[in-house]
């Protein structure tokens, strides 16, 4: 089957093609990301008015040319899928108003995906993954970790009390006046840093639940780097450095309780499997590897591509949800938030 999957729930916007065979494998035959960054960059942040105007102004063109990279009309299409939450409103509803247009005018059935499980099954389409896996998912948004035993089965085992660990990333950067997006940046400035010159805190560390908290850590590097204004190059290297091995080993901690809680629950899970853009950092899918290893299960983790927001991640979990017969209707809401636990197989609006 061939579904187109949209995505504008934050600062991407993305359409994107996939097909599925029968035998539950998955092709990309096309993957149209543009990133909103330059929109953005001037205040440091994400502007949920500008993304919203920004998307409205570019799907059209982004999702015609997702279809003709890929050789797709239309009518060829099985579904139509679209990110219905959580997320940024007003891009949610350009994204899904959006898909249910073309849903309607092609009589295209529409699947209203949970950005959170379109990143829980991507695994899927790149590897011959099985259920039940472990999902680390660390983004701008979310930091969870969650038991995926099977389409519209998840079960989230821990989460942040506070900061997510990509936004945690995004402030120690804007505080040490590192360019926005700051994630990358902090991990450039931490590679030439000491990370021993500053004892920051390792928060949650040996509780015996899988949550994660980051605004406390957060707060010490704020502290010590206001102290020693004006800073010195070789300071904010040292501060990076810190701030990342102290967020190492708070989630080389937090995923070994978090996998022993699936273990307890779900037996041996197939793999440990990472996703959203803080995966992309190096030092972090270091310390991922070795904690998949003393668990005694195998890490994978999609291309970097595929782990930050992406609109086959959607196509797909559309496709898995289509293949279920799981499709939804015009009245499926938009939603602001939308947590994964109450992403049940049936249809968006109905079952939860
Ligand atoms: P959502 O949370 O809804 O999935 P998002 O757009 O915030 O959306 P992503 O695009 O997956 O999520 O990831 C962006 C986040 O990842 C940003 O906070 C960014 O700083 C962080 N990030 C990207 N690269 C790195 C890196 N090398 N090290 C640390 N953090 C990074
Ligand atoms: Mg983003
Ligand atoms: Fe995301």
Not at 102 to 129: F, G, K, S
Not at 154 to 165: C, F, P
Not at 174 to 180: C, N, R
Not at 217 to 242: F, H, W, Y
Request: net charge negative.
């Amino acid at each position: 089957m061939l579904v187109l999957g949209i995505e504008t729930t934050c600062d991407e916007t993305a359409a994107a093609v996939v097909a599925r065979g029968n035998d539950g494998s998955g092709r990309i035959l096309s993957n149209i990301v543009h990133s909103q960054t330059a929109e953005h960059a001037r205040f440091g942040g994400v502007v949920p008015e500008i993304a919203a105007r920004a998307h409205v102004d570019l799907l059209d063109g982004i999702v015609a040319r997702a279809m003709q990279e890929a050789g797709v009309g239309f009518a060829q299409l099985s579904a139509v899928a679209a990110a219905a939450g959580p997320g940024l409103i007003g891009g949610v509803i350009v994204g899904l108003t959006t898909a249910k247009a073309i849903a309607m005018v092609h009589d295209t059935p529409l699947v209203a995906v949970n950005h959170l499980e379109a990143h829980a099954l991507t695994p899927r389409l790149t590897d011959a993954l099985d259920f039940p896996y472990c999902l680390f998912l660390a983004s701008g948004g979310h930091t969870q970790i969650v038991a995926v035993v099977g389409v519209g089965e998840y079960v989230r085992l821990g989460t942040t009390v506070d900061d997510a660990m990509g936004e945690a990333f995004d402030k120690v950067a804007k505080m040490l006046s590192l360019p926005y997006p700051g994630g990358p940046e902090v991990e450039r400035s931490a590679a030439g840093g000491d990370p021993k010159r500053f004892a920051f805190p390792r928060p949650m560390l040996g509780r015996p639940d899988a949550n994660f908290s980051l605004s406390g850590l957060k707060t010490a590097v704020r502290n010590e780097a206001s102290r020693m204004m004006p800073l010195e190059p070789q300071d904010i290297c040292d501060l990076c450095a810190g701030f990342q091995a102290a967020v190492l080993e708070a989630t080389a901690d937090r995923l070994s309780v978090g996998l022993r809680l699936f273990h307890e629950r779900f037996g041996p899970p197939r793999a440990l499997v990472a996703a959203g853009g803080v995966a992309a950092n190096h030092a972090i899918r270091d310390a991922l590897q070795d904690v998949a290893a003393k668990a005694g299960t195998t890490l994978i983790m999609p291309p970097p591509a595929l782990c930050t927001d992406n609109g086959a991640m959607i196509a797909w979990a559309g496709a898995e949800r289509m293949a279920l017969g799981l499709i939804d209707t015009m009245d499926a809401p938009p939603r602001a938030r939308w947590l994964l636990d109450a992403t049940a197989a049936a249809p968006a609006g109905f079952a939860n």
